[in-house]
């Protein structure tokens, strides 16, 4: 901010780390670039990140770049998993957790009283204006399977809640499974929670092929 121009600062940075005397800044921000595309995993440091995500991050904020917030949050703690979650870490669950339910119940005639007491069970302070979070939140770089997985649980445990509703919760439930790329793990949902044979398991997913994606 100072000089007015991102090379001086990654050269400073890179300076600093290195103790190198000449940096090319222009050269070190296509190799931080070029690192960082094939590197998807998050820092493996224990204190500061690595250099050329130091360097990335200052090429992206002066950019300006849109989701940088989620880029840093994916580079410095890696996708969410279900097994390693610190105190930080179930923050961010709950909150894409509560996001992922009100997504559940929108668009759809889906919050009946016995699926909303569903809910309050696991958030007693659900307020009907819950800011939703689709499917997209839940990709491959932003959680593991053990999350999808969960999801699947937490859909089966309100589709199940409401016997006046079971069907259309169970079609909302497997269209979104689809969309969370998980619909192979919610099928044995569908076997063990919901009694599915294999009869019942076909017709079910004739139905959600005639329904469009939520």
Not at 23 to 29: G, K, S
Not at 89 to 114: I, N, P
Not at 180 to 208: I, T, V
């Amino acid at each position: 901010m100072a000089v007015g121009a991102l090379a001086p600062a990654v050269a400073t940075l890179v300076k600093i780390e290195t103790g190198i005397g000449t940096v090319d800044a222009q050269a070190y921000l296509r190799q931080a670039a070029e690192i960082e595309s094939q590197e998807a995993a998050a820092s493996a440091a224990s204190g500061h990140p690595e250099t050329f995500i130091r360097v990335r991050a200052l090429s992206l904020w002066w950019e300006g770049a849109a989701g940088l917030d989620a880029w840093i949050d994916n580079r410095l703690q890696g996708p969410l998993a279900l097994e390693r979650l610190d105190l930080c870490g179930q923050l961010r669950l709950q909150t894409m957790t509560r996001g992922f339910l009100a997504h559940f119940l929108a668009g759809a005639a889906l919050a009946s009283d016995a699926v909303l007491n569903q809910v309050r069970l696991l958030f007693p302070d659900w307020r009907a204006d819950e800011a939703a979070i689709g499917p997209e939140a839940f990709g491959a770089d932003a959680v593991d399977h053990g999350v999808r997985n969960y999801l699947n649980a937490l859909m089966m445990d309100l589709a199940l809640a409401d016997p006046d509703q079971r069907d259309a919760d169970l079609l909302r439930a497997g269209q979104l499974a689809q969309a969370l790329a998980s619909f192979e793990a919610f099928e044995l949902n569908l076997r063990r929670d919901a009694g599915f044979g294999k009869r019942e398991l076909d017709r079910y997913k004739r139905q959600l092929a005639k329904e469009p994606r939520p």
